[in-house]
């Protein structure tokens, strides 16, 4: 069977599985990776240009050659301001309204601002963006994301480039029971394809992802895998998982068992 | 004058952005511009005068994740 679309803001995709485009090896290597994990989107960021510099139309042109939908990134804001500013330079340079927005609110964990995303977000929606909020697991702020109009909400799994999977299960299970009309993609904190597998069984829509295919051995081959892993738990997630349970329930139906309620 | 050209003070003879971009030999179409924290579209870009402290930050895309 072939799993469902996903839909980001009116915009239909069959992969679910979001890649970033920093830590490859090589340029060659990146759009290798890009091109096995059957990736639609992909994520970029900016950054200051040096005077006389041509290293961001050297790696514009590689993104162009691959034909996928770009995402760029807020990465490394850490106010408000910076984070919207940045958002309409992206606008500017990459003619998309999309933006994932990340408010980083400490250093040591990467972990997101999340009073200044919700009131970025409200700001850039205004200013007619269709924002990606990069956000912990916790549910009023998802919901406070929500009702501020963004459709897509992003929580972490863990840290970035922590590759410790989904830390906070239950949180993500019950962001996905409260908020089944938003289309929420893990994002952040994967480390193997069956962390992937994982979100994609919680019934998480998407994934997104980047040093660990990025700084695997081989990068496309683990970009495969995590391809994988996502349609994987996607279609395990369509097909109805069974519930976990205490006790054992035998798997071989026991009536007729040989010497079944023999007299011993 | 003085600006503050990507987070670096610079004395600059340039009266607009596209004379900044002359001076500091930056070309192509890879490029963005923010004012003050203001985006300026690439389109105002000679008409938009320089003053003395403006802070001017000139970005292009990179890798992300």
């Known amino acids: 069977m072939a799993a469902e679309m ?3 803001y009116g915009k239909t995709f069959s992969s679910r599985l979001l890649i970033g485009t920093a830590h490859y090896p090589s340029p060659a290597i990146m759009q290798q ?13 900016l950054r200051r240009e040096a005077a006389g510099g041509r290293v961001g139309k050297a790696f514009w042109d590689l993104i162009r050659e691959l034909d996928v939908t770009v995402l760029p990134n807020t990465a490394g804001c850490r106010s408000v301001r910076e984070a919207v500013t940045t958002a309409q330079l992206a606008r500017e340079l990459f003619e998309t309204t999309w933006i994932k927005l990340e408010v980083i609110g400490d250093d040591e964990t990467l972990q997101p601002d999340v009073a200044g995303l919700v009131e970025a977000a409200a700001i850039l929606i205004k200013d007619g963006f ?4 990069y956000c912990t697991e916790d549910l009023t702020i998802a ?3 929500r009702d501020a109009g963004c459709s897509v909400i992003m929580p972490w799994a863990a840290p970035i480039g922590s590759a410790r999977g989904i830390v906070n299960r239950e949180a993500l299970k019950l962001l996905r029971a409260r908020l089944p009309e938003v289309t929420l993609v893990v994002d952040a904190g994967l480390g193997a394809p069956s962390h992937a597998a994982d979100a994609l069984e919680l019934g998480y829509d998407a994934v997104l992802l980047n040093t660990a295919i990025a700084k695997a051995a081989d990068p496309a081959g ?3 895998a ?9 279609i395990a997630y369509e097909s109805g998982l069974m519930g976990a349970r205490d006790f054992a329930s035998p798997s071989t ?3 007729g068992t040989p010497f079944w309620h023999a007299v011993s | 004058m003085l600006v503050i050209v990507n987070g670096e003070h610079r004395e600059i003879a340039a009266a607009n952005l596209i004379g900044l971009l002359g001076e500091m030999e930056y070309e192509g179409k890879h490029l963005a511009i923010a004012l003050n924290y203001r985006v300026v579209p ?3 870009w000679g008409e938009t005068a320089l003053n003395s402290g403006d802070q001017i930050e000139i970005i292009t895309p990179r890798q992300g994740g």
Do not use: C, N, W
């Open chain 1, 6 to 8: 996903v839909t980001f």
């Open chain 1, 33 to 45: 990776a890009i091109r096995a994990a059957g990736a639609q989107i992909v994520t970029v960021s």
């Open chain 1, 130 to 133: 269709q924002v990606f909020p």
């Open chain 1, 143 to 145: 919901l406070r994301l």
């Open chain 1, 222 to 224: 683990m970009a495969k």
């Open chain 1, 226 to 234: 995590f391809r994988l892993a996502v349609e994987s738990g996607r």
């Open chain 1, 253 to 255: 139906p026991v009536v």
């Open chain 2, 42 to 44: 690439r389109a105002r």
